[in-house]
């Protein structure tokens, strides 16, 4: 970092400009507008800027800038297009230790100006240390339409009801909580949609009733999706980025991990087949608890939480404790991994119905309703097979469906390590062993698996069978 960036205070405090021309009153106008009183030094003065530092109770010096002009000056802006008089006016700010900025001339700067967004109390600025000032300004111009403007009355809100929230919450973590529910909550809504005087009557009565439901903390069962972190949800993400606590299992990939607010505490909770690091139970008991401390507790499950991940009993927990929650679906293992496998689950011609079965069941065996499953034109997905395959395609050749019905394997699917084979319900148990396929894996099978051939796009792993 080449420049510290601090906001600096000029309320009621001298600048010196030097220069009356139109590069001076821009900047002149700027130091206006953070309150500072001016100190203007050309033999001429631009008639704008005159009128400025005339509203402003100024001094207005119309004559050639003198050194004696710095002294009891809190900033220093040089403005004239005369360079040696420029670099004068530089060398005897840094001389005094008095900030100085050479407009257009970074060498000369102690302090340089960055390109704002001022949405006051709420500044933001973006500086690029002066080497690219036109993508800062393009980044500017992007901040400036993704920031509503009427931000800078949410943020005086808070600033009227600072002290106060101080009082009731004295906690930081808990003030930490309420903030960043009230600024993404039904308050900011209003605040947002030009309501400021509702806002604020809602928000006092909160204050009234002493805040202490507020503080209380919430879980988001997020679904992850399969793999890819573009598959995120937009929800998703912003969830991942404002929970306090994160509780993930194997299914969520590293990289999407990484997503999540750096400094959340991340707890594993394993859920390997037959491994299970925590036990269900206790998952559940540990996302009341921490909802309980004021956390807002992320609970990110591979695919979707309502499909073949338990999410339905970890919120039965939560509403029977009366803990806030709000589930985010996600793209689950099917729908992710046939998309990324150029296998259309329902196709006119070959399916026109698609099944979600789980290959384990809960007392640990594959003894599903074989009759229902051999249906014609219908697509099975199964999750969690790999297991019982041999006896799911035994079974499903013995229930009548035929034995070259094609059928895929789908290891790691969406992310760079997908390994995708196809055989029949005949052999596929073979190519788990031939090609030491292993978790997680999902199992396709059906007429519509043979467009893979046509329709495969995604490059994966590049071992394709
Ligand atoms: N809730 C998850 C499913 C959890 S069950 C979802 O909606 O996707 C776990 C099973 O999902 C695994 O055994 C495997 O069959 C399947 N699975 C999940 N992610 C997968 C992936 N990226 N590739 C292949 N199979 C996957």
Redesign the pocket.
Known sequence: MDFLPLFHSLQGRLALVVGGGEVALRKARLLADAGARLRVVAPQIHIELRHLVEQGGGELLERDYQDGDQPGCALIIAATDDEPLNAEVSRAANARGIPVNVVDAPALCSVIFPAIVDRSPLVVAVSSGGDAPVLARLIRAKLETWIPSTYGQLAGLASRFRHRVKELLPDLQQRRVFWENLFQGEIAERVLAGRPAEAERLLEERLAGGLAHIATGEVYLV?AG??DPDLLTFRALRLMQQADVVLYDR?VAPSILELCRRDAERLYVGKRRAEHAVPQDRINRLLVELASQGKRVLRL?????F???RGGEEIDELAAHGIPFQVVP?I???S??AAYAGIPLTHRDHAQSVRFVTGHLKDGTTDLPWQDLVAPGQTLV?????VGLPVICEQLVAHGRSAQTPAAL??????AQQRVFTGTLENLPQLVAEHEVH????VIVGEAVQLRDKLAWFEGAREDA
């Not at 499950?301 to 939480?305: T, V």
């Not at 199964?382 to 790999?386: A, C």
């Open positions: 679904g399969p793999g299914l499950k591979g695919g979707d939480p499909i073949f991940g996600g689950t293992a099917a992710g991994c199964f999750y969690m097979g790999l789908i290891q790691q699917g969406t992310t978790a997680p894996t999902l």
